[in-house]
């Protein structure tokens, strides 16, 4: 691997990871009100929890590199139902920039999909728990 990519695997899954994280926190400070626009969008508010392990678990693996290719998939089908749901459905409702905004938000979690696929497809990158544990297994212990 380049030195470039070497930095850019861990940047990237920064960059991915965040949202995750943030918007998990969020919905732990802010769970009354997240379970009740749950509801008011016909998801139960019971899946918050599952919601909550999905955004804040996953995005932590995904930031450590920890099974990095099946979490990216799993948060790569999240980002793409709940864009769906929480999005695309209501803009279907709405015009003018109401509509637009949530055609934004909906193109930023196909994008956020799309990036979650390209980790699927090259993996978590050498600075990765992924990395360190093939290396362990492979009998070639790193410090």
Request: no cysteine; net charge positive; charged share 10%.
């Amino acid at each position: 691997m380049t030195k470039l990519t070497d930095l850019a695997a861990p940047l990237g899954r920064l960059l991915l990871a965040q949202i995750f994280i943030i918007a998990g926190f969020q919905k732990i400070t802010g769970y009354a009100g997240t379970q009740g626009y749950m509801e008011a969008m016909g998801v139960p508010g019971a899946l918050l929890p599952l919601v909550i392990l999905t955004e804040l678990g996953g995005g932590i693996a995904l930031l450590l590199g920890w099974k990095t290719r099946v979490v990216a998939f799993l948060l790569a089908g999240f980002s793409l139902i709940s864009g769906f749901l929480f999005h695309y459905v209501p803009s279907l409702g709405m015009t003018g920039m109401e509509a637009q905004g949530q055609m934004i938000n909906f193109m930023k979690n196909i994008s956020i999909a799309g990036g979650m696929l390209m980790i699927v497809a090259q993996g978590a990158g050498k600075w990765s728990l992924d990395a360190r544990e093939n290396t362990q297994h492979s009998g070639r212990v790193t410090a």
